[in-house]
Protein backbone atom coordinates (compact mmCIF):
# COMPACT_ATOMS: atom_id res chain seq x y z
CA UNK A 1 0.00 0.00 0.00
CA UNK A 2 1.70 3.39 -0.90
CA UNK A 3 -1.49 5.27 1.22
CA UNK A 4 0.52 5.81 4.19
CA UNK A 5 3.89 7.12 2.77
CA UNK A 6 1.82 9.66 0.63
CA UNK A 7 0.77 11.45 3.77
CA UNK A 8 2.71 14.00 4.62
CA UNK A 9 5.88 13.29 7.56
CA UNK A 10 3.91 15.95 9.97
CA UNK A 11 0.37 17.10 10.07
CA UNK A 12 -0.37 19.85 12.72
CA UNK A 13 -3.49 22.50 13.59
CA UNK A 14 -2.78 25.52 15.81
CA UNK A 15 -6.24 27.37 17.12
CA UNK A 16 -6.89 30.01 19.66
CA UNK A 17 -9.95 31.25 21.08
CA UNK A 18 -10.64 33.95 23.39
CA UNK A 19 -13.28 31.47 25.72
CA UNK A 20 -16.47 32.43 27.65
CA UNK A 21 -15.31 35.04 29.99
CA UNK A 22 -12.69 37.15 28.72
CA UNK A 23 -13.30 39.99 26.18
CA UNK A 24 -9.72 39.81 24.60
CA UNK A 25 -7.55 36.84 23.95
CA UNK A 26 -3.73 37.36 25.31
CA UNK A 27 -2.52 34.18 23.89
CA UNK A 28 -1.15 33.63 20.44
CA UNK A 29 -0.38 30.60 18.67
CA UNK A 30 2.03 29.88 15.89
CA UNK A 31 3.00 27.04 13.48
CA UNK A 32 5.44 26.45 10.25
CA UNK A 33 5.83 22.98 8.39
CA UNK A 34 9.30 21.81 7.43
CA UNK A 35 10.27 18.99 5.59
CA UNK A 36 11.57 17.26 8.46
CA UNK A 37 8.96 18.41 10.93
CA UNK A 38 8.57 21.94 11.67
CA UNK A 39 8.28 24.68 14.78
CA UNK A 40 5.03 24.66 16.86
CA UNK A 41 4.76 27.56 19.81
CA UNK A 42 1.99 28.17 22.49
CA UNK A 43 1.87 31.44 24.22
CA UNK A 44 0.29 32.94 27.10
CA UNK A 45 0.61 36.74 27.57
CA UNK A 46 0.10 38.92 30.76
CA UNK A 47 -0.05 42.35 31.80
CA UNK A 48 -2.02 45.46 31.94
CA UNK A 49 -4.20 47.05 28.32
CA UNK A 50 -3.03 45.25 25.30
CA UNK A 51 0.22 44.89 26.73
CA UNK A 52 -0.14 40.92 27.23
CA UNK A 53 -1.74 40.69 23.36
CA UNK A 54 1.60 42.21 22.40
CA UNK A 55 3.98 39.99 24.71
CA UNK A 56 2.70 36.92 23.17
CA UNK A 57 2.69 37.92 19.99
CA UNK A 58 5.72 39.06 19.50
CA UNK A 59 7.33 35.88 21.20
CA UNK A 60 5.55 33.70 18.55
CA UNK A 61 6.79 36.23 16.25
CA UNK A 62 10.46 36.09 17.48
CA UNK A 63 10.82 32.18 17.95
CA UNK A 64 8.93 31.52 14.63
CA UNK A 65 11.44 33.56 12.69
CA UNK A 66 14.56 32.82 14.44
CA UNK A 67 14.42 28.79 13.91
CA UNK A 68 13.45 29.31 10.40
CA UNK A 69 17.18 30.65 9.53
CA UNK A 70 18.51 27.46 10.27
CA UNK A 71 17.62 23.29 11.21
CA UNK A 72 16.34 23.75 14.78
CA UNK A 73 19.20 23.18 17.49
CA UNK A 74 19.10 23.23 21.57
CA UNK A 75 21.77 26.26 21.13
CA UNK A 76 19.30 27.60 18.07
CA UNK A 77 16.01 27.30 20.40
CA UNK A 78 17.72 29.21 23.68
CA UNK A 79 18.74 31.52 21.24
CA UNK A 80 15.08 32.21 19.69
CA UNK A 81 13.69 32.47 22.53
CA UNK A 82 16.34 35.04 24.60
CA UNK A 83 15.62 37.23 21.49
CA UNK A 84 12.08 36.80 22.18
CA UNK A 85 12.66 38.09 25.61
CA UNK A 86 14.93 40.90 24.66
CA UNK A 87 11.86 42.39 22.40
CA UNK A 88 9.53 41.65 25.24
CA UNK A 89 11.76 43.00 28.08
CA UNK A 90 12.18 46.12 26.45
CA UNK A 91 9.00 46.80 24.64
CA UNK A 92 7.81 46.38 28.48
CA UNK A 93 10.11 49.00 30.00
CA UNK A 94 7.40 51.55 29.08
CA UNK A 95 5.66 52.67 32.13
CA UNK A 96 2.36 51.53 30.59
CA UNK A 97 3.76 48.35 29.91
CA UNK A 98 4.16 47.61 33.42
CA UNK A 99 4.31 43.38 34.59
CA UNK A 100 4.59 42.64 30.73
CA UNK A 101 5.22 39.41 29.85
CA UNK A 102 4.08 35.85 28.42
CA UNK A 103 4.21 32.04 28.99
CA UNK A 104 6.14 30.43 25.75
CA UNK A 105 6.15 26.76 24.80
CA UNK A 106 7.78 25.49 21.90
CA UNK A 107 8.23 22.24 19.90
CA UNK A 108 10.68 22.22 17.09
CA UNK A 109 10.97 19.21 15.02
CA UNK A 110 13.65 17.90 12.95
CA UNK A 111 12.63 14.81 12.79
CA UNK A 112 13.17 11.80 13.96
CA UNK A 113 14.18 14.23 17.25
CA UNK A 114 12.31 17.04 18.97
CA UNK A 115 12.93 19.77 21.10
CA UNK A 116 10.71 21.68 23.69
CA UNK A 117 11.79 24.86 24.50
CA UNK A 118 9.52 26.06 27.47
CA UNK A 119 8.71 28.79 30.26
CA UNK A 120 5.86 29.91 32.22
CA UNK A 121 2.71 27.50 32.45
CA UNK A 122 1.68 26.48 29.25
CA UNK A 123 2.40 22.95 28.88
CA UNK A 124 3.81 20.25 25.87
CA UNK A 125 2.13 16.92 26.20
CA UNK A 126 3.30 13.57 24.44
CA UNK A 127 0.89 10.96 23.39
CA UNK A 128 2.63 7.64 22.46
CA UNK A 129 1.10 3.65 22.21
CA UNK A 130 -1.67 5.39 23.58
CA UNK A 131 -0.36 7.04 26.72
CA UNK A 132 -0.40 10.79 27.18
CA UNK A 133 2.71 12.09 29.36
CA UNK A 134 2.96 16.01 30.19
CA UNK A 135 6.58 16.74 29.09
CA UNK A 136 7.26 20.41 30.40
CA UNK A 137 6.98 20.83 34.41
CA UNK A 138 5.18 24.06 35.02
CA UNK A 139 6.81 27.23 35.92
CA UNK A 140 4.37 28.04 38.36
CA UNK A 141 3.98 28.48 42.65
CA UNK A 142 1.19 25.49 42.83
CA UNK A 143 3.24 23.62 40.74
CA UNK A 144 6.61 23.88 42.92
CA UNK A 145 4.83 22.98 46.04
CA UNK A 146 3.42 19.59 44.19
CA UNK A 147 6.78 18.91 43.50
CA UNK A 148 7.76 19.32 47.04
CA UNK A 149 4.91 17.58 48.09
CA UNK A 150 3.48 20.00 49.93
CA UNK A 151 0.20 20.04 47.75
CA UNK A 152 -1.49 17.44 46.45
CA UNK A 153 -2.69 17.27 42.84
CA UNK A 154 -6.32 18.26 43.48
CA UNK A 155 -5.18 20.86 46.06
CA UNK A 156 -3.45 22.65 43.39
CA UNK A 157 -5.87 22.61 40.95
CA UNK A 158 -7.85 24.47 42.69
CA UNK A 159 -5.77 26.65 44.62
CA UNK A 160 -6.38 30.33 44.33
CA UNK A 161 -3.07 30.63 43.81
CA UNK A 162 -3.13 28.30 40.70
CA UNK A 163 -2.57 31.10 37.97
CA UNK A 164 0.36 32.59 40.04
CA UNK A 165 3.53 31.87 37.83
CA UNK A 166 7.08 32.37 38.36
CA UNK A 167 8.68 32.40 35.22
CA UNK A 168 8.19 34.23 32.08
CA UNK A 169 9.72 35.84 28.85
CA UNK A 170 10.29 39.27 29.28
CA UNK A 171 9.99 39.36 33.15
CA UNK A 172 13.95 39.63 33.33
CA UNK A 173 16.70 40.86 31.63
CA UNK A 174 17.91 36.69 30.37
CA UNK A 175 15.63 34.15 30.00
CA UNK A 176 15.14 30.85 32.00
CA UNK A 177 14.12 28.32 29.57
CA UNK A 178 14.09 24.61 30.18
CA UNK A 179 14.80 22.47 27.13
CA UNK A 180 13.98 18.76 26.79
CA UNK A 181 14.81 16.44 23.78
CA UNK A 182 13.45 13.03 22.72
CA UNK A 183 13.89 10.68 19.82
CA UNK A 184 10.13 11.13 18.18
CA UNK A 185 8.15 7.50 16.89
CA UNK A 186 6.08 7.11 13.77
CA UNK A 187 2.40 7.34 15.98
CA UNK A 188 3.84 10.23 18.30
CA UNK A 189 1.15 12.67 19.14
CA UNK A 190 1.81 15.97 20.72
CA UNK A 191 0.07 18.87 22.11
CA UNK A 192 1.40 22.17 23.42
CA UNK A 193 -1.80 24.49 25.19
CA UNK A 194 -1.90 27.06 27.28
CA UNK A 195 -3.69 26.72 30.98
CA UNK A 196 -6.90 27.90 29.63
CA UNK A 197 -7.27 24.37 28.08
CA UNK A 198 -4.84 22.19 30.68
CA UNK A 199 -6.65 24.19 33.88
CA UNK A 200 -10.56 23.13 32.83
CA UNK A 201 -9.95 19.41 31.44
CA UNK A 202 -8.32 16.19 32.67
CA UNK A 203 -5.43 14.88 31.35
CA UNK A 204 -7.60 11.49 30.73
CA UNK A 205 -9.94 13.74 28.06
CA UNK A 206 -6.91 15.44 26.90
CA UNK A 207 -5.56 11.51 26.03
CA UNK A 208 -8.63 10.53 24.52
CA UNK A 209 -9.13 13.36 21.88
CA UNK A 210 -5.77 12.85 21.01
CA UNK A 211 -5.95 9.31 20.62
CA UNK A 212 -9.10 9.39 18.40
CA UNK A 213 -9.30 12.08 16.38
CA UNK A 214 -6.86 13.29 13.43
CA UNK A 215 -4.88 16.54 14.30
CA UNK A 216 -7.76 19.32 12.76
CA UNK A 217 -10.51 17.88 15.03
CA UNK A 218 -8.76 17.14 17.34
CA UNK A 219 -7.81 20.98 18.36
CA UNK A 220 -11.22 21.74 17.34
CA UNK A 221 -12.52 19.36 19.93
CA UNK A 222 -10.61 20.07 22.72
CA UNK A 223 -11.32 23.95 22.08
CA UNK A 224 -14.95 22.95 22.24
CA UNK A 225 -15.25 21.05 25.39
CA UNK A 226 -13.11 23.64 27.31
CA UNK A 227 -15.58 26.27 26.09
CA UNK A 228 -18.40 23.81 27.09
CA UNK A 229 -17.16 23.91 30.72
CA UNK A 230 -16.95 26.94 30.99
CA UNK A 231 -14.14 28.46 29.27
CA UNK A 232 -12.89 30.84 31.84
CA UNK A 233 -9.89 31.41 29.98
CA UNK A 234 -8.35 32.25 26.83
CA UNK A 235 -7.68 28.70 24.70
CA UNK A 236 -4.68 28.03 22.78
CA UNK A 237 -4.81 24.42 21.71
CA UNK A 238 -2.09 22.82 18.92
CA UNK A 239 -1.76 19.72 18.15
CA UNK A 240 1.14 17.97 16.11
CA UNK A 241 0.98 14.13 14.63
CA UNK A 242 3.76 12.59 13.13
CA UNK A 243 2.57 9.99 10.62
CA UNK A 244 6.03 8.56 9.64
CA UNK A 245 9.83 9.61 9.55
CA UNK A 246 11.59 10.78 6.68
CA UNK A 247 14.90 8.25 6.11
CA UNK A 248 18.36 9.82 4.89
CA UNK A 249 18.93 11.96 7.99
CA UNK A 250 22.17 11.89 9.56
CA UNK A 251 21.93 12.60 13.54
CA UNK A 252 23.34 15.87 14.32
CA UNK A 253 25.75 16.08 16.75
CA UNK A 254 23.40 17.66 20.00
CA UNK A 255 21.26 14.55 19.30
CA UNK A 256 23.28 12.27 21.20
CA UNK A 257 21.92 11.84 24.25
CA UNK A 258 18.47 11.22 22.84
CA UNK A 259 18.96 8.37 21.40
CA UNK A 260 17.10 5.97 24.38
CA UNK A 261 13.35 5.86 24.87
CA UNK A 262 12.73 8.18 27.15
CA UNK A 263 12.52 12.65 27.26
CA UNK A 264 16.02 14.10 28.17
CA UNK A 265 15.70 17.66 30.26
CA UNK A 266 18.80 19.19 28.71
CA UNK A 267 18.79 22.25 30.46
CA UNK A 268 16.97 23.26 33.31
CA UNK A 269 16.46 27.65 33.40
CA UNK A 270 14.89 27.95 36.73
CA UNK A 271 16.08 26.85 40.42
CA UNK A 272 13.18 25.91 42.51
CA UNK A 273 14.28 27.91 45.35
CA UNK A 274 15.45 31.30 43.64
CA UNK A 275 12.74 32.41 41.93
CA UNK A 276 11.05 35.69 42.37
CA UNK A 277 7.10 35.02 42.50
CA UNK A 278 5.00 37.15 40.61
CA UNK A 279 1.56 37.83 41.58
CA UNK A 280 -0.57 38.15 38.49
CA UNK A 281 -4.62 37.48 39.61
CA UNK A 282 -6.48 39.24 42.04
CA UNK A 283 -6.23 35.91 43.99
CA UNK A 284 -3.27 37.54 46.09
CA UNK A 285 -5.75 39.39 47.89
CA UNK A 286 -7.34 36.75 49.34
CA UNK A 287 -4.33 34.94 50.37
CA UNK A 288 -2.93 38.11 52.29
CA UNK A 289 -5.78 38.72 54.07
CA UNK A 290 -6.08 34.82 55.10
CA UNK A 291 -2.38 34.76 56.21
CA UNK A 292 -2.72 38.21 58.28
CA UNK A 293 -6.03 36.39 59.76
CA UNK A 294 -4.02 33.22 60.81
CA UNK A 295 -1.17 35.33 62.00
CA UNK A 296 -3.25 37.52 64.32
CA UNK A 297 -5.57 34.54 65.69
CA UNK A 298 -1.42 33.08 66.33
CA UNK A 299 -0.70 36.04 68.57
CA UNK A 300 -4.12 36.03 70.51
CA UNK A 301 -3.58 32.44 71.20
CA UNK A 302 -0.15 32.76 72.66
CA UNK A 303 -1.37 35.32 74.82
CA UNK A 304 -4.46 33.34 75.84
CA UNK A 305 -1.97 30.76 76.87
CA UNK A 306 0.51 33.03 78.87
CA UNK A 307 -2.05 34.44 80.71
CA UNK A 308 -3.68 31.08 81.67
CA UNK A 309 -0.09 29.61 82.50
CA UNK A 310 0.77 33.15 84.77
CA UNK A 311 -2.52 32.84 86.46
CA UNK A 312 -2.30 29.54 87.23
CA UNK A 313 1.77 29.90 88.78
CA UNK A 314 0.01 32.94 91.23
CA1 LIG B 1 -4.04 31.78 30.56
Given at each position: MSGSSEAPAVEASALTHPGR??????DAVGKKLTDRGGVFVVADGMGGHRTGELASKLAVKNILEVIEEDAPSPTLLLEAFEEANEAIYMAGQRPESRGMGTTATALALDLPYALIAHVGDSRAYLLRDGELTQLTQDHSWVAERLRQGLLTATEARNH??????TNAL????DARVDLIGLKVQAGDRFLICSDGLSGVLEDAVLQEVLDTLPTDAAAERLVKLANEWGGPDNISVVTVAVNHIPKNHSPPP????????EPV??????EDESVQVQVLNSGHARGFWRRWRDFIFLIVYVALLLFVLLFNNR
Amino acid sequence: MSGSSEAPAVEASALTHPGRKRTTNQDAVGKKLTDRGGVFVVADGMGGHRTGELASKLAVKNILEVIEEDAPSPTLLLEAFEEANEAIYMAGQRPESRGMGTTATALALDLPYALIAHVGDSRAYLLRDGELTQLTQDHSWVAERLRQGLLTATEARNHRWRNVITNALGSFPDARVDLIGLKVQAGDRFLICSDGLSGVLEDAVLQEVLDTLPTDAAAERLVKLANEWGGPDNISVVTVAVNHIPKNHSPPPWALPLEGEEPVVLALGQEDESVQVQVLNSGHARGFWRRWRDFIFLIVYVALLLFVLLFNNR
